[in-house]
């Protein structure tokens, strides 16, 4: 049973930057007899619901992996569903004026409406200032890694830079910048469904990142699954501040 919506005075301690890993959507699905893309749909229905809360606890940025590069090898009809459901999704969050939306992701592999979409909800949002919502769509942690060393090569080739000079150049500083756009690391990262692995999500930024997981799955996240998570991640990265400070 859920219990009241989480406030920030229960709190003295919130992550700036949240991660949720939106999963378990077609095992709720099945466990109702429905098909993978009605579980896709009522788990991301949740997401503007989810994303209030955070907003309305003052979290500065959230980040959502609605859809990962390994599931591009999924069913091609279910992965066709899946981009249709993402695409109304964020059409839908497009039009609140709360956050700031940023795709992150493998954009080549992303079916042109989608991009389109992408582009524009993107360009509508860039003055919204409450939240930044990161949407992780085609992402993959490894691509994500790549793809920034791809780009500070193309820059200092651009610039004329030497191989050599190119390879001085390339530090974790700049690589996270690239990846962050200036965005904080992420502090909390919640998984949804009992999975208890990262997957390779926010491979770069989340070293040092609080790791929470719940056996729900995420059609049926609630208030009170926010309100565990951040009770866990208020009580582990107070106690090592604490200790990183004695």
């Given amino acids: 049973m859920q219990v009241g919506l989480p406030t920030a005075e229960e709190f003295g301690l919130l992550p700036r930057h949240l991660a949720l890993i939106l999963d378990g959507n077609r095992r709720w699905a099945k466990s109702r007899g429905l098909t993978a893309s009605e579980g ?40 066709d569903a ?24 493998v954009r080549e592999k992303l079916p042109k409406g989608l991009r389109v979409v992408l582009d524009a909800a993107a360009a509508g949002t860039a003055q919204n200032t ?19 060393f791809r780009a500070l090569l193309d820059r200092y080739a651009r610039d004329g830079l030497s191989p050599a000079e190119a390879a001085h150049r ?25 999975e208890q692995r990262s997957s390779g999500f926010l491979l770069w930024t989340a070293t040092h990142t609080e790791q929470f997981f719940t056996t729900t799955y995420w059609p049926d996240f609630g208030p009170d699954d926010l309100k565990a998570a951040l009770t866990h991640y208020e009580q582990n990265r107070g106690h090592f501040r604490a200790t990183s400070d004695a």
């Fill in 170 to 194: 390339i530090t974790s500083e700049a690589v996270s910048q690239v990846i962050t756009g200036g965005d904080p690391a992420p502090e909390l990262m919640v998984r949804t469904s009992g």
């Fill in 130 to 148: 409450v939240m930044q919502v990161n949407l992780a769509i085609c992402y993959g942690g490894r691509e994500e890694v790549t793809d920034a």
């Fill in 40 to 79: 896709h749909r009522a788990g991301f229905s949740r997401v503007p619901e989810v994303l209030a809360w955070c907003a309305n606890l003052g979290i500065e940025t959230v980040t959502l992996w609605l859809l990962s590069t390994d599931n591009l090898r999924r069913d091609p009809a279910e992965v």
């Fill in 82 to 105: 899946l981009t249709r459901i993402i695409t109304d999704l964020v059409e839908d969050l497009a039009t609140s004026d709360r956050w700031r939306l940023r795709h992150t992701g």
